[in-house]
């Protein structure tokens, strides 16, 4: 059973428009986390919710909408999408907050044409 | 905030040598270290954690140290294989942070 699963794989789509995406986390963890992963393969925190409640915003653009219905679940959702929201997005989750393993999804490549 | 510096960015080392990676961080409450190991197109994952309490960690052919006074930390990975050619992550986290930060990466390659 994967540990940490993320829908979809692949994702292309055209500029200006709004997608999705979902994670699910099958540990038990109380802390869920999406991250951004550029083409020079920086890793950069985007949010963190903790027991279902928004614990890091990092700076990000409010076209982005992360969304935690359970503390199992943690989806995001861009609208009005461009060019430079391409990279790979990770979802991860630990037991708790900050000094706990991480463990990450297979991640969402994401191409805006 | 936290900031995490990692070098080299690129490291090339002959199968069976040494190899080398350090970061160095900002904020001395910074209690846990992690290093994840990402190969090309894989998630990352943990391969090794240090925390404060600790000076130096082993498993097997990896190990980190930990010098809280100077605030860095380094991966030694010894008698490197093709397998470990990858991009490696330091990162610090501190208890109520509510994430980790994360170093830029490291990406080694073994030859054989």
């Known amino acids: 059973d994967t540990a940490v699963s993320q829908t979809p794989k692949y994702l292309v789509t055209q500029m200006g428009n709004d997608k999705s995406i979902k994670c699910e986390q099958n540990l038990g963890h109380d802390t869920m986390y999406w991250y951004k992963q550029d083409s020079k393969k920086f890793l950069k925190i985007m949010f963190s919710y903790n027991n279902k409640e928004l614990i890091i915003n990092e700076t990000v653009p409010n076209r982005f909408s992360p969304k935690s219905p359970d503390k199992a679940h943690l989806n995001l959702h861009i609208n009005s999408l461009e060019l430079g929201d391409s990279a790979v997005y990770f979802c991860?989750?630990?037991?708790?907050?900050?000094?706990?393993?991480?463990?990450f999804g297979a991640g969402t490549r994401l191409s805006v044409l | 905030g936290e900031n995490v510096e990692q070098h080299p960015s690129t490291l090339s080392v002959q199968e069976g040598d040494s190899a080398v990676i350090k970061c160095t961080y900002s904020d001395s409450a910074s209690n846990y270290f992690p290093w994840y190991k990402q190969e090309l197109g894989k998630r990352p994952q943990l391969i090794i954690d240090?925390?404060?309490?600790?000076g130096e960690k082993k498993d097997q052919r990896i190990a980190v140290t930990l010098n809280k006074t100077a605030k860095h930390f380094s991966l030694h990975i010894t008698e490197t294989q093709p397998e470990d050619s990858a991009v490696y992550f330091c990162a610090a986290s501190t208890a109520n942070a509510g994430k980790s930060t994360f170093g830029d990466g490291t990406t080694l390659t073994v030859k054989p």
């Open positions: 991860a989750s630990s037991q708790g907050r900050g000094i706990h393993i991480q463990y």
């Open positions: 240090i925390r404060s309490n600790v």
